[in-house]
């Protein structure tokens, strides 16, 4: 868990590729859903996912976790075992979990300043044919004409958007953190990508040494 632009993104997809888990980001499931017409458990409800998105504002939670448990079921998620991504953002969410019999192995919180995470989200800008992710400062899309005429800035990345999506975490985090307290361990995310994965490695290893003592 962290707030918007905290790093959860690349940090997932780092330890979903290094240990072969499926990567489940919530986001990625909305944006999917929007533009999906395969008629899947968020057709009915794409004009209020639409809206929410763009003014910033959380998903209804019945409605996410349908969209997570469905996932879940995957078949892949059933073999490999997997890493949510922003999924839950609240406490009704994460009791979600619960009901539907998953119990998390560690809860992973990433933490960024506001100010840092307002100035990472309004440098980013959306490739909107391949779906790769620049920053104007941190990571400058290449100097080709055709990609930066087709870079996008999405919905939920203005800041406008980004004050809401940061009002609502702090509205929420406090009792998820809370609910997860036993497998709770913090991370600072104002870090570069490499040393907030080193530290994500290091204090996973120190999980593992300690329930192998218990």
């Known amino acids: ?11 997932c997809q780092k330890l979903a590729d290094k240990y072969g888990l499926v990567h489940i980001s919530s ?46 079921r995957s078949r892949d998620c059933r ?17 979600s979990l619960q009901d539907a019999g998953i119990s ?3 809860f992973l919180l990433l933490n960024v300043r506001d100010e840092e ?28 004409a055709e990609v930066r005429k087709r870079l996008i800035i999405r919905a939920d990345d203005t800041l406008e958007s980004m004050k809401v999506r940061l009002k609502q975490f702090r509205e929420n985090v406090a009792s998820v953190e809370d609910w997860y307290r036993d497998i709770k361990r913090e ?17 996973l290893k120190q999980m593992r040494k300690r329930k192998q003592r218990a």
């Open 117 to 144: 995470a307002i100035k990472r989200v309004i440098g980013r800008r959306t490739d909107s044919v391949t779906g790769k992710v620049y920053h104007l400062e941190f990571n400058p899309p290449p100097n080709d």
């Open 187 to 203: 991370v600072d995310g104002s870090s570069t990508p490499s040393e907030v994965s080193r530290d994500i490695d290091a204090t």
């Open 79 to 95: 073999e490999r075992g997997y890493i949510l991504d922003g999924y839950p953002r609240t406490l009704a969410q994460a009791k």
């Open 27 to 72: 986001g990625d499931l909305l944006r999917q859903a929007v533009s999906s017409n395969d008629g899947g458990p968020a057709a009915p409800h794409i004009s209020i996912i639409k809206e929410c998105m763009e003014a910033g504002k959380l998903i209804p939670d019945s409605l996410m976790t349908r969209l997570i448990l469905d996932r879940l």
């Open 1 to 11: 868990m962290g707030g918007p632009a905290s790093g959860k993104g690349t940090q």
């Open 104 to 106: 998390p192995d560690v």
